[in-house]
């Protein structure tokens, strides 16, 4: 079974940027995504990409701000968001797509913008 650890959370200011890393056991997954959930949110696709790197997709929200990438040698797919707002302040989740479905969800790690 595949697991997924999130790292590079943290507490910054609006404006900021962070860079978040989700280390895969075993091998490299076809299509890798992130998600976040707020307090009180239901949890919210922000961009995948493919194995290759030549694809990505990004929800709205974050479009122009926050960019997905992935380095196959490491098993890691990362996310580089810039310009942060307060309304970004979430867990993010990475997982993988199975096929029907996302799963092999992280622990997650937590992103704070203050204001």
């Known amino acids: 079974q595949v697991q997924l650890v999130e790292s590079g959370g943290g507490l910054v200011q609006a404006g900021d940027s962070l860079r978040l890393s989700c280390a895969a056991s075993?091998?490299?997954?076809?299509?890798m995504g992130w998600f976040r959930q707020a307090p009180g949110k239901e949890r919210e696709f922000i961009a995948a990409?493919?194995?290759?790197?030549?694809?990505?997709w990004y929800a709205d929200s974050v479009k122009g701000r926050f960019t997905v990438s992935r380095d196959n040698s490491k098993n890691t797919v990362y996310l580089q968001m810039d310009s942060l707002k307060p309304e970004d302040t979430a867990v993010y989740y990475c997982?993988?797509?199975?096929?029907?479905?996302?799963?092999?969800w992280g622990q997650g790690t937590q992103v704070t913008v203050s204001s």
């Open positions: 075993g091998r490299s997954f076809y299509v």
């Open positions: 990409i493919s194995w290759s790197g030549g694809s990505s």
């Open positions: 997982a993988v797509w199975l096929g029907s479905d996302w799963g092999s």
